[in-house]
C-alpha cells in the first residue's frame, strides 16, 4: 500500500492526519494525491457543490496594510473606488439576483479593521431585508468584530462569518502589521460563540512554505473551520507583492488535494485568483475541491456563476449548502 493509500485509508476511519504526515503526503506524486483527495470528497461530502458570492458592501481607504490587498490605504493602486456601507436597497438587489441564478449563499464584504457598532446596526437592517425576501443564506465578512456584535448579526439573520487566517501564524507578520493572527483567532471564535459558522482559509503564493500552508489549514481544523476558501495570489500592481509568480495549476490542485485530507469533510472552495488558472480551477475540482465563490471578487473580475453552474453539471455536482454546523 501506498503511503497517499494509507493516509486516504486513515481519513475514510475518521482519523486526523498530523502536520508530518501531511508534509510528507504533499510530496507524494499528484495524479495519485488528487485521485486520492477526490474520493475523499465523494465518500465525505457527496456531489454537493457549495456555491457562493460577494458583494463589495463597503470599498477602500482600509487602514489595514495587508500586502496583497488593492484596497489598502497604504499603497498606491489602480482601485480609486471609495464609497462607505451600501444601502439595504443596493444590497437587496443584488441578493436577489443571485437568488435568481442559482446561488445559495451570498456574502456580504466590508473594507477595513473592523465595522463601528452604527455600522453593524445598519447592515443588520439590510439583512434582515434580505431573510424577509430572498430564499438566500446570508454570510458577513466585517473585520475584527466581537461577540456583542456577532450576536445582532446573527438576530439579524446571517448564518456565516468569514475572517482569512491568511497564512500560518509564523508567516502572518510578514503579510500584515496592523493587527495579528491572535485577533483573527479571537474574532473566529467569538462568531463561533455567537452561534455562527465560521468560513476561513487563506491565500497562496504570498511566499509562504508548503509546511505554512498546512498549519494555517490544521489550525482553521482547530478552530472548528468546515468552509475554507483558496484564493491564489493576484498580484495587484502597487501592492508589495505586485512581482510574485501566480501559482501553477499543479502547485493549486496539489494544495486543494491536501486540504481535503486534512478536513475531508469540509467545503474547500476555491475563492480569489481562481481565473488565473489555465483551466479556471476544474481541476481543482477533481482534486477535492467542492466549493467556490463565483462572480466577481472585490476589486477584480471573477467567473460567472452561469459559466460556473454549467462546470458544477458538466463535473456531476449539484448546487447544494454544505457544512453548515
Do not use: W
Not at 146 to 152: D, G, L
Not at 184 to 201: D, F, N, Q
Amino acid at each position: 500500500m501506498s503511503f497517499v493509500d494509507e493516509m486516504k485509508e486513515k481519513v475514510l476511519k475518521g482519523e486526523c492526519l498530523t502536520g508530518k504526515e501531511a508534509i510528507r503526503l504533499s510530496e507524494a506524486p499528484l495524479l495519485e494525491l488528487q485521485m486520492a483527495a477526490d474520493e475523499i470528497r465523494k465518500v465525505m461530502c457527496g456531489n454537493s457543490f457549495d456555491i457562493c458570492t460577494i458583494i463589495n458592501g463597503k470599498c477602500g481607504l482600509c487602514s489595514e496594510d495587508c500586502k496583497y490587498c488593492a484596497q489598502s490605504a497604504h499603497y498606491t493602486t489602480a482601485c480609486k473606488e471609495t464609497y462607505p456601507l451600501l444601502s439595504t436597497e443596493e444590497i437587496l438587489e443584488e441578493a436577489k439576483k443571485n437568488a435568481g441564478r442559482g446561488v445559495l449563499r451570498y456574502s456580504i464584504v466590508t473594507s477595513g479593521k473592523r465595522l463601528s457598532d452604527k455600522e453593524v446596526d445598519k447592515v443588520c437592517e439590510s439583512i434582515r431585508e434580505i431573510k424577509k425576501k430572498v430564499n438566500i443564506e446570508v454570510c458577513v465578512s466585517f473585520g475584527l468584530l466581537n461577540e456583542t456584535q456577532f450576536r445582532k448579526i446573527k438576530e439579524a439573520g446571517a448564518s456565516r462569518v468569514h475572517c482569512n487566517l491568511e497564512s500560518s501564524s509564523r508567516y502572518f507578520s510578514e503579510v500584515c502589521t496592523t493587527h495579528t493572527y491572535e485577533e483573527k483567532i479571537e474574532t473566529l471564535k467569538a462568531a463561533k460563540r455567537a452561534g455562527l459558522s465560521i468560513c476561513s482559509g487563506g491565500i497562496l503564493g504570498l511566499g509562504e512554505s508548503m509546511e505554512d500552508r498546512i498549519d494555517m489549514v490544521l489550525t482553521a481544523r482547530e478552530l472548528g473551520v468546515k468552509s475554507i476558501p483558496v484564493n491564489l495570489l493576484n498580484p495587484i500592481p502597487g501592492t508589495p507583492y505586485e512581482g510574485r509568480t501566480p501559482l501553477t495549476n499543479e502547485e493549486a490542485c496539489r494544495c486543494v488535494a491536501l486540504f481535503r485530507f486534512l478536513i475531508p469533510d469540509g467545503a474547500i472552495r476555491l475563492a480569489g485568483g481562481r481565473g488565473l488558472l489555465g483551466d479556471k480551477g476544474e481541476g481543482c475540482f477533481r482534486s477535492g475541491a467542492n466549493a467556490a465563490i463565483s462572480g466577481d471578487m472585490l476589486t477584480t473580475a471573477g467567473i460567472t456563476v452561469e459559466t460556473d453552474m454549467e462546470l458544477i453539471r458538466k463535473l456531476g455536482f449539484e448546487a447544494k449548502l454544505c457544512c453548515e454546523e
